[in-house]
């Protein structure tokens, strides 16, 4: 027997089992608390470097654009903001993103469009880098690794548009990725899925505007989930696609 089959064997299953701990154990995106901001205070607004802070008559932060710095939980001075033992999660409606202290976010859609039955068992997935970091990237590619095992859920990465349900973008869509994002969209069969992932995607985070790049998918492409983060943990990403077929999160 080769050594690497005898380690193998003797080493046991490495997978991690799902639903995975690292949902509701790694801290997540800051959260708004219902505790109340001191009369005047916007340290965090001032401190965010991607303005996803706004104080009003409540605070609300958007995870739909926040990088996970906790620059405004180190300068809070009420305990206002806190990053909670959990993984902020995809949703199907972009403003439950907007987290508000004491509500709760929406949840992904649980029913797939279409014949219900035809994604619950495999679900084939397109992904577009439209002028990412690549540091989504990085977690995307971890979602093939032994760990997190994604074929074991019947979900594949497919380098053809015409064979994907779900088309994955991320990046904030660059000027020289429009156009072949908008060609990938167009050359799939329908009904089919766009999953905005990470941050850069959503709103544009870090390194969208200006005259180089748009500001994410929103307007662009009619998106079915937003999935947060920078990058967005490869559990969260696992459990967004595991909503679109309809399985338990
Ligand atoms: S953690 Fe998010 S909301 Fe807070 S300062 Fe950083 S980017 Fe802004
Ligand atoms: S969301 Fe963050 S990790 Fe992903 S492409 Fe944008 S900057 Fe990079």
Not at 29 to 55: F, H, M, N, Y
Not at 95 to 115: A, M, N
Not at 164 to 174: E, K, N, S
Request: glycine content about 10%; aromatic content about 6%; hydrophobic content about 35%.
């Amino acid at each position: 027997m080769p050594l690497w089959t005898y380690r193998g064997l003797k080493g046991g299953i490495k997978t991690a089992p799902w639903p995975i701990a690292a949902l509701t154990t790694i801290p997540g995106l800051p959260e708004p608390t219902v505790e109340s901001c001191p009369p005047g205070c916007e340290q965090c607004a001032k401190s965010c470097p991607t303005s996803a802070i706004t104080v009003d008559q409540q605070l609300t932060l958007d995870q739909g654009a926040c990088v996970g710095c906790n620059l405004c939980i180190e300068v809070c001075p009420s305990s206002v903001l806190v990053a909670p033992p959990r993984l902020a999660r995809a949703v199907e409606n972009r403003d439950d993103l907007r987290r508000r202290g004491g509500v709760e976010p929406g949840q992904p859609r649980l029913h797939p469009k279409g014949d219900a039955r035809r994604l619950r068992k495999s679900l084939f997935v397109r992904h577009v880098d439209a002028g990412s970091c690549n540091g989504c990237e990085s977690e995307i590619g971890a979602l093939d690794n032994i760990y997190y095992n994604l074929h074991r859920f019947g979900i594949f990465f497919t380098p053809s548009p015409r064979f994907a349900d779900v088309l994955l973008v991320t990046g904030p869509v660059t000027n020289p990725m429009y156009e072949p994002l908008l060609a990938t969209y167009e050359a799939m069969p329908k009904p089919n899925y766009v999953v905005a992932t990470g941050v850069c995607a959503i709103s544009g985070g870090t390194n969208g505007g200006g005259d180089h790049a748009r500001q994410g998918l929103h307007g662009l492409l009619p998106v079915d989930l937003w999935v947060p983060g920078c990058p967005p943990h490869p559990a969260v990403i696992i459990d967004a696609l595991l909503g679109l077929m309809g399985r338990e999160r």
